[in-house]
């Protein structure tokens, strides 16, 4: 039972400091008053703002609630469409030297590219604010699953392509029996940094872009001068982002288990 509670206390004991030392700093930084709320009044805010998260007042007026899942929802749409596209490509990538070196330069070139630079691209051709946001997301959320996708394929041992190749095995039976079991791994580490870029770009593009989401609430906050709910946003994005990494690396544990 002993080794038991050490465990957990390890695991939870140092987080738990973390948080502490961050509200105690908080507090300290705040006890004189000014504009910046203190940790108790962000508290207060945060439970009147949970007491009916899914409230509706018209199209602009809606719970925290209704926001997140709003944004969660454009962040499935984008990350999708770049799963299934991304995957793929990087199996090409990896698989064949030429798709490499032909599109190796393109990559090395789109990827810096800030993502807010192609909103705007989408609002040309979508010409409205829910499929730009969409774009958004695929657009930069794509890269991380292709290069490791490709990666992890081309460290696939050279030994087991050469007995798919005695074996006279089609190219399809190649990905799914030999280059998949392998490259999953490298694949789910692509696919969870993609999960992260998703929802970090989804917060500044609802900004600029308006509607229902969680970062079009937080501006029309600011707007209102009502910075504990800003808080409050913050910790509520980042909480959700981390619930998302975490999911994806328990996934990949018991991948990587097996």
């Not at 899914?54 to 990350?79: C, E, H, K, M, T």
């Not at 030429?98 to 070139?109: D, G, K, Q, T």
């Not at 030999?178 to 870029?197: H, K």
Request: proline residues 7%; charged residues 10%; hydrophobic residues 55%.
């Amino acid at each position: 039972m002993k080794p038991v509670l050490d465990r957990l206390a390890a695991t939870l004991l140092p987080p738990l400091v973390g948080m502490a030392l961050l509200v105690g700093v908080w507090a300290l930084l705040t006890q004189k008053g000014g504009s910046f709320p203190t940790p108790a009044a962000t508290f207060d805010a945060a439970v009147a703002l949970f007491a009916d998260p899914f409230y509706r007042n018209g199209p602009n007026d809606q719970g925290i609630g209704w926001n997140i899942l709003n944004s969660l929802q454009r962040v499935a749409l984008g990350f999708g469409l770049a799963a299934l596209v991304g995957i793929p490509l990087g199996f090409v990538i990896g698989r064949f030297r030429f798709a490499e070196r032909m599109v190796s330069p393109l990559i090395s070139l789109l990827k810096p590219v800030s993502p807010l630079a192609w909103l705007p691209i989408g609002l040309l051709v979508f010409q409205r604010a829910d499929p730009a946001a969409i774009w958004t997301i695929f657009i930069c959320s794509i890269w991380p699953m292709v290069v490791n996708t490709a990666v992890g394929v081309q460290r696939v041992p050279q030994d087991y392509l050469n007995v798919a190749r005695v074996l006279n095995l089609s190219e399809w039976k190649v990905i799914t029996r030999i280059l998949l079991p392998a490259v999953l791994p490298y694949l789910l580490t692509g696919v969870r940094l993609s999960v992260g870029t998703a929802w970090l770009v989804i917060v500044a593009a609802e900004m600029l872009t308006g509607g229902v989401g969680i970062g079009f609430w937080v501006w029309d906050e600011w707007n209102n001068l009502n910075v504990q709910h800003i808080l409050v946003a913050i910790f509520v994005i980042g909480i959700v982002g981390l619930l998302l990494e975490q999911a994806l690396m328990l996934l990949a544990r018991r991948v990587a288990f097996e």
